[in-house]
């Protein structure tokens, strides 16, 4: 009897076995989906410090000695384009950290919003000395959250202009189909001129 047992012990462990075996094999010579290749450089070029996770209301963004409260932020969409606006509570200010990637290069601006310029957007506009030319404009989507004076969502318009070489920046804003355009001055800044305190979990 016991050995009746064992030997339906050894073909069950062989039917295990070779089941085993020709799942494996079945799998293998399924196709599998092509693996995306990634960004070597992805967390290099601050990515991961720049982003909206880390971004938004409560963040603290340390620029030249001063601390800035991040009060709210603006999602901006044109077609697939994407790119954020964080209002800071700090400074002199009505400034303005706006992040955006353009063909995988991060590229970050500084801004002070002037309403004092009564200046309507054009091809080309002389402010303080300086001369700006047209770089893009266009019309768009925007969401926002924490406190920003806009809309929740809505439409926008912006006119964006910069000096030649492309370090001094003018923008014009309009945040919704009959609202003013709200004119700012900004530059350029690097990853490295900032230390960003992220903002905490929703």
Not at 15 to 33: D, G, H, R
Not at 129 to 136: A, D, H, L, P
């Amino acid at each position: 009897m016991n050995l009746t047992w064992l030997i339906l012990a050894v073909i069950l462990v062989i039917i295990a076995v070779v089941f085993f075996y020709l799942s494996a094999q079945k799998k293998k010579s399924e196709p599998q989906p092509p693996r995306q290749r990634q960004d070597p450089l992805k967390f290099a070029d601050g990515s991961d410090t720049f982003n909206a996770r880390v971004l938004g209301p409560g963040a603290i963004i340390s620029r030249g000695g001063v601390d800035y409260v991040c009060r709210g932020a603006i999602q901006l969409r044109q077609g697939q384009y994407i790119w954020h606006e964080y209002l800071l509570d700090g400074g002199k200010g009505s400034e303005y950290l706006s992040v955006e990637y353009d063909e995988g290069q991060l590229n970050l601006g500084w801004w002070i919003s002037r309403p004092d310029l009564a200046t309507a957007p054009t091809h080309e506009i002389t402010v303080e000395g300086v001369r700006y030319r047209k770089t893009e404009s266009g019309v768009g989507s925007f969401v926002s959250e924490g406190t920003t004076g806009v809309a929740d969502q809505g439409e926008f318009e912006y006119w964006d202009l910069a000096e030649t070489g492309g370090e001094k920046l003018l923008s014009f804003e309009r945040f919704g189909s009959d609202g003013p355009f709200e004119v700012s001055l900004g530059w350029k800044v690097l990853p490295g001129e900032l230390i960003v305190y992220p903002a905490p979990e929703a």
